[in-house]
């Protein structure tokens, strides 16, 4: 599976934006996506994932309640609204995929995209 994230830009805090994770492959639709991050001079944290089916979601506490993970495997892609944003959502985002099931362990995930970056201004 191979993996393209996009929709990153700048936008002001309390705005929103939504990132797209296409990926080519007919065997996406049996893997589980997550979505992580990186901000400047720290290390990669997982924000959201969804099961393969779409049926389960799960979330870091610190974006729950603003972002939202959803995935339409007809189209093989999978996206997260991010909604009031923060200056510190400011990171570069990664999708991934997962044989094993939505989870936020970063090196149990098969293959990356290469990134799309987001940037809040306050």
């Known amino acids: 599976v191979q993996l393209q994230a996009s929709g990153g830009g700048l936008v002001q805090a309390g705005g929103s934006l939504r990132l797209s994770c296409a990926a080519s492959?007919?065997?996406?639709?049996?893997?589980?996506t997550g979505w992580f991050r990186q901000a400047p001079r720290k290390e990669r944290e997982f924000v959201a994932a969804?099961?393969?089916?779409?049926?389960?979601?799960y979330y870091a506490d610190s974006v729950k309640g603003r972002f939202t993970i959803s995935r339409d495997n007809a189209k093989n892609t999978v996206y997260l609204q991010m909604n009031s944003l923060k200056p510190e959502d400011t990171a570069v985002y990664y999708c991934?995929?997962?044989?094993?099931?939505?989870?936020?362990?970063?090196?149990?995930?098969?293959?990356w995209g290469q990134g799309t970056q987001v940037t809040v201004s306050s």
């Open positions: 969804i099961s393969w089916s779409g049926g389960s979601t």
């Open positions: 991934a995929v997962s044989a094993l099931g939505p989870r936020a362990v970063q090196h149990e995930y098969d293959a």
């Open positions: 492959g007919r065997t996406f639709s049996m893997y589980a």
